[in-house]
């Protein structure tokens, strides 16, 4: 073989020197020959092995799970690199020596794909895009339109991904290249899922599906079919697509991934059975253990839902036992806390176990939310050991002042309206035992002695009633126990200060439950009752309006848990949280103030104006007349026109009349006063409501103690 090619090739070299010189189609047909004998042997022949070789080792760093992104950047070994380097110079030698020869549009690809899988994309962007114009009919054309694609998607260019995608789409369709079509559909889905807009991502994945392309592609467009059904809360559709993914006989990645989801969204619209029969089976495959656990952990899930509990904890015991130290191992740990908190009511346990589920595996998702939990039961444990002391200590002093002076005491007690409940018989055992032992007992004892003025006793157990109310409302969300505590308050200190925003707060648990009677009854009983308080002077500026919920507010809550998240560095969960906080509280205040937030952080922290835009779109179309439509909406006009000419300054005001000269410290602090650019608020807008929360420096009233040891 290599004897012929060496004579082939000395033929077409003498045949070319003979005709050197001609300008006829003969000669062109010989040169055009020449260079491609010459062109492939040489060089193309040599790139295409080097670059097949690279492509096979980079292939097997693409992410497994279909929950990956299969389109992000990939980290490339060394050795790759240096082949793709290869790649690039002796392609680059064909399009300047063998400008004639039918390898240009192969070298023109493979230059694009080896830029392409290094992460560099305005290199690689170039050369699909010289490919498709200067060889429009190539057989490879398809190949550099989805390569564009591709490179549009990581350069976060939605606007030019979505031209690219449409114009690709039905020409693939049309010459038989299903397959490309259907990735190109993969990859703007993706985009859509990227930013968490699942809505428009369903649309491109169901339309993927439809295409008679291959069954695996297809089997990833069911399966993420299927997640954003789920994120959509349409479980019965999500399992639909689920099955179908499964029934394409996908790779085992793909398949196992969809029977673990299938399993778990028949458990979620009650087909218990079904789904305990697709985990079973799933059960008898052959599982790495990190593969096992998450079987083990949908079935003991299925277990909880069905409310078959002892069996639920078992197996969620068993998973951390087994498993250690891993995500399965961290959410079976979080679905105790849950167990323990909504159906054991047993605080002290869930508190252990969301603390437990923020250690085992800190990069768990559901970390973040251990840690949050864990420190709000932390404070309602603390806060009702703390009123456990202050009941002890109230009724101590009373008996040690038993005598001549026990009538006014009482009498004390009764003016403010202290009946001295048993303030924990609400709380499980284990939790009563956990914070009334004996130092509390004792502390009071050894304080009952001491000189504490008995309305300073009275005000703290007020604002330990308060805070236990407003914990319920906000960080729980448990409307009925925050009830109890605000109207035990209520009932208890009618006449302290707290009592206003208390009764304001009880009007936002009835509203959060829809009851707007009820709302407007305690509104009217405020103002009667505490006419000249912030709050009453409030609702009777807007009385037959809705009142603006500024605070309490949920919402206020989930967006300082944002707050937090980015001021830690975690800024792609912050946004995952104002995002939730937006769909969740549409109504409040807060939502369009996340919406802004989100943008905000894309566009000046992770740098992507296209999700950035994205965020800001949503906030101008969903709260046109907010502070913060009025801010974006300049950005986005330069974001949807960017060749438009800037808009003509506003004329210049007239002169101002010549002012004394200002000391230079006047000037100074003159300018410290002017305001910042605009960036993430800190606060929401001025609002007609003060906020119910007491103040530490509150008039007539001292902050809840600290604990201390007796």
């Keep these: 073989m290599r004897k012929l090619i060496e004579k082939t090739s000395c033929v077409l070299a003498v045949s070319a ?62 050795a790759e690199r240096t082949k793709l380097a290869l790649v690039i110079e002796k392609c680059s030698k064909i399009i300047q020596m063998y400008d004639k020869s039918k390898w240009v549009d192969n070298a023109l690809l493979l230059i694009g794909k080896s830029y392409y899988y290094q992460n560099e994309m305005l290199p690689a962007r170039k050369k699909f895009s010289e490919l498709l114009e200067n060889f429009p009919r190539s057989d490879l054309r398809f190949e550099a339109m989805i ?44 985009s859509h899922y990227d930013r968490g807009d699942y809505l428009e991502a369903k649309k491109y994945y169901t339309q993927a599906s439809a295409i008679e392309g291959d069954d695996a592609l297809r089997a990833m467009a069911q399966y993420r079919l299927g997640r954003c059904l789920e994120f959509l809360g349409n479980q019965s559709e999500a399992a639909q697509a689920f099955a179908v993914a499964d029934g394409l006989g996908p790779p085992f990645a793909l398949r196992y991934a969809a029977r673990l989801r299938l399993g778990s969204t028949l458990a979620a619209i009650g ?40 069996a639920a904890l078992l197996a969620y015991a068993e998973i951390d036992s087994l498993y250690p130290r891993t995500n399965a191992s961290a959410k079976a740990c979080f679905q105790r806390g849950i167990m323990h908190e909504k159906h054991f009511q047993d605080f002290a346990k869930a508190r252990d176990f969301y603390e437990r589920a923020a250690q085992v595996f800190p990069s768990s998702e559901v970390a973040p939310i251990g840690l949050e939990k864990a420190a709000i039961f932390g404070r309602y444990l603390s806060d009702w050991r703390e009123l456990n002391i202050l009941d002890s200590l109230l009724a101590a002093r009373i008996h040690a002042l038993a005598g001549p002076d026990s009538v006014t005491v009482h009498r004390a007690a009764a003016d403010t309206s202290a009946d001295l409940p048993d303030t924990l018989g609400l709380v499980s055992d284990s939790t009563h035992r956990a914070v009334n032992g ?24 007020a604002s330990y009633h308060f805070a236990l109310g407003v914990l319920f409302l906000l960080d729980l969300e448990q409307a009925d126990s925050a009830e109890y505590w605000l ?67 949920p919402a206020d809550s989930a967006y300082a848990l944002a707050d937090g998240l980015l001021e830690k560095g975690m800024p792609k969960e912050a946004i995952g949280k104002l995002r939730d906080l937006a769909v969740k509280f549409p109504g409040s205040p807060a939502a369009a103030k996340a919406r802004y937030t989100a943008g905000w952080v894309y566009e000046n922290v992770l740098l992507m104006n296209d999700s950035a835009a994205s965020q800001y779109r949503v906030l101008v179309q969903d709260y046109p007349t907010s ?48 305001s910042p650019e605009p960036k993430p608020p800190e606060t929401l807008p001025e609002s007609d409501f003060p906020s119910p929360l007491p103040t530490d420096e509150e008039e007539g009233e001292e902050p809840p103690p600290e604990p201390e040891d007796p």
């Design 487 to 553: 109207t035990t308050m209520l009932s208890e200190y009618p006449r302290s200060r707290l009592a206003p925003r208390a009764l304001y707060a009880l009007a936002e648990s009835h509203r959060l439950k829809g009851n707007t009677t009820a709302v407007d009854s305690l509104h009217a009983e405020l103002i009667a009752r505490y006419p000249d308080s912030e709050y009453a002077l409030s609702l009777s500026r807007v009385r037959g309006e809705e009142a603006s919920m500024t605070v309490p507010d």
């Design 17 to 78: 020197m003979i005709l050197t010189g001609c300008s006829g189609p003969v000669g062109d047909f010989v040169t055009t020959r020449y260079e491609n004998v010459v062109g492939y042997f040489n060089t193309y022949y040599n790139a295409k092995k080097a670059f097949d070789e690279a492509e096979v080792e980079i292939l097997k760093g693409l992410p497994s799970s279909p929950d990956s992104n299969r389109y992000a950047p990939i980290a490339v070994p060394q």
């Design 147 to 190: 390569g564009l694609v591709k490179t549009h998607y990581r350069m976060e260019e939605s606007q030019a991904l979505h031209a690219a995608v449409r114009e690709l789409v039905p020409q693939a369709i049309e010459d038989d290249e299903e397959d490309i079509a259907l990735e190109a559909l993969l990859v703007e889905g993706q």
């Design 271 to 310: 087909s218990y059975e079904k789904a305990l029969t697709v985990l079973s089976d799933l059960q008898g495959e052959i599982l790495t253990n990190q593969e096992r656990s998450y079987v083990d952990l949908e079935i003991a899930n299925v277990y909880h839902l069905r409310g078959q509990y002892d």
């Design 627 to 674: 502070v913060y439509a009025t801010r974006v909406r300049p950005k986005l006009a330069v974001y949807d026109n960017p060749n438009a000419p800037p808009e003509e300054p506003p004329p210049s005001p007239p002169p101002a009349p010549q002012k004394k000269e200002e000391p230079q410290a006047k000037k100074s602090e003159q300018a410290a006063k002017r």
């Design 438 to 461: 004996t130092r509390s007992s004792e502390f009071a004892r050894t304080q009952a002695q001491s000189e504490i003025p008995l309305d300073s006793i009275l005000a703290k157990r």
